[in-house]
């Protein structure tokens, strides 16, 4: 079966801080893979998403960046982190098969920027 | 744009009291609408794929409907360890992204 990891679970990072968070996606090939946002009792905002090693789609200009070094594994970054990056990050992972192609949650990490 | 709301953003219910959730969604051809569990501190959990109007999908106390312009989620006699955030997604033929909406926030008090 398949199952997605991500970590940290929770992190506190001070203003102008780098950030790297890693997501790895166990038990399947070549999946898409998303990088969501979610504020305080807010709906998840899409921030990158990926269709295969080294592809990256942007959804909103902003302070992070995404990459896909390997199949299963997707990362988010930034150099630089604002008051404004905190909240809970999502990975998600999902195929296009047969039409079934829902996506699927890691455990989120929380991120708190001071 | 495409776009998804629900309503109503918050539902409090009485153990046992039935009710539904609603998800009304605008886009430029339905691939598939979703449906979420999200507990508090937790990713969301997968509950349902629908495709296309009349379709209807059932688990437990929980049944998905779809018409064309919107999606509604029944839950029949409601047990406290169904509260949780109930999110709704859309995606669309042309594209690898999903659209969430805001979520309804279900309280079921014992």
């Known amino acids: 079966s398949q199952t997605i990891h991500q970590w940290p679970a929770t992190l506190v990072q001070p203003v102008g801080s780098p950030l790297s968070l890693e997501c790895t996606v166990e038990?399947?090939?070549?999946?898409?893979l998303y990088w969501y946002r979610q504020a305080a009792g807010r709906g998840l905002q899409l921030l990158f998403y990926?269709?295969?090693?080294?592809?990256i789609s942007s959804e909103v200009p902003q302070n992070l960046s995404a990459s896909r070094p390997q199949d299963r594994q997707f990362i988010l970054s930034s150099k630089k982190l604002l008051l404004s990056d905190s909240g809970f990050y999502l990975c998600?992972?999902?195929?296009?098969?047969?039409?079934?192609?829902?996506?699927?949650f890691g455990p989120g990490t929380r991120l708190t920027v001071l | 744009e495409d776009q998804v709301t629900q309503s109503p953003e918050a539902l409090r219910l009485q153990e046992g009291e039935s009710s539904s959730l609603n998800c009304s969604y605008t886009?430029?051809?339905?691939?598939?609408l979703f449906w979420y569990r999200q507990d508090p501190g937790k990713g969301p959990e997968f509950l349902f794929t629908?495709?296309?109007a009349g379709e209807e999908k059932e688990k437990e106390r929980l049944k998905a409907t779809l018409t064309k312009k919107e999606s509604f989620l029944h839950i029949t006699a409601p047990k406290p360890e169904d509260s949780a955030t109930y999110l709704c997604?859309?995606?669309?033929?042309?594209?690898?992204?999903?659209?969430f909406g805001p979520g309804t926030r279900l309280s079921v008090l014992p």
């Open positions: 998600a992972w999902s195929l296009l098969a047969g039409g079934s192609n829902e996506q699927f």
């Open positions: 038990g399947t090939s070549n999946p898409n």
């Open positions: 990926s269709v295969g090693i080294g592809q």
């Open positions: 886009v430029s051809g339905l691939r598939g």
């Open positions: 629908l495709y296309s």
């Open positions: 997604a859309v995606q669309a033929n042309y594209g690898q992204n999903f659209v």
